[in-house]
């Protein structure tokens, strides 16, 4: 039973991690689909990789088959594909990402902090994976394909993509001024919070 248990346990690590790394590998054909111009593809070809972000995180906490690895990984696959759909907006869409530029580069310092602070403090990306940043992968996946499907950037839908996702970047900068060290998977500034708290106690205990 519990080598039963051990292999289906792996099968499903590798399965999980396999969807994961789909994404990654699948941004050269989006690029491919994007720069020649074959925009019915691109656009379901994109839905598919956003729609695997959300297949594997609920496979992984279904299965417990979260790891450091996996979440490095999934970290990466989010950053490019959502990298990729911000192109096909700056190519598609010249005169409204125009438009919304101070928002952009808002986004932009805060991404840029919070990465150097990482970097500085963990050397290595955060990769925390609080539910903001879960809520703004969302809003930023629903924004970007009602505007790929659409044929129309839904001004709403940006902004509310935009304020969740500065908020995000904000709450991981303050993240990673709260743990000296590096954790995966914290939560948010209350779960930060009740870490130090767990760290102090074991503390406490072990000098008494």
Known sequence: MR???KTGHQTAWYVVNGIT???VLAVPLLLWLLYSGRTEFFKWAIAVSFFTDAVDGILARLFRVTSVAGARLDSVGDDL??????LALIVWYPEFMRQQWPLLLLL???FIVQTAFAFYRYRRMSNFHTWLAKAAAILQGIFMLFTFFSGRPEPVLFFLAVAVTALELAEEIWLVALLPEWKANVHGIFHAFQLRQQKSTNEEKGSG
Do not use: H, P
């Not at 594909?81 to 911000?86: H, L, M, P, Q, R």
């Open 21 to 23: 790394l789909y994404r």
């Open 81 to 86: 594909t959502v990298g990729v759909g911000v």
């Open 108 to 110: 932009a310092v805060l």
């Open 3 to 5: 080598q039963l248990e």
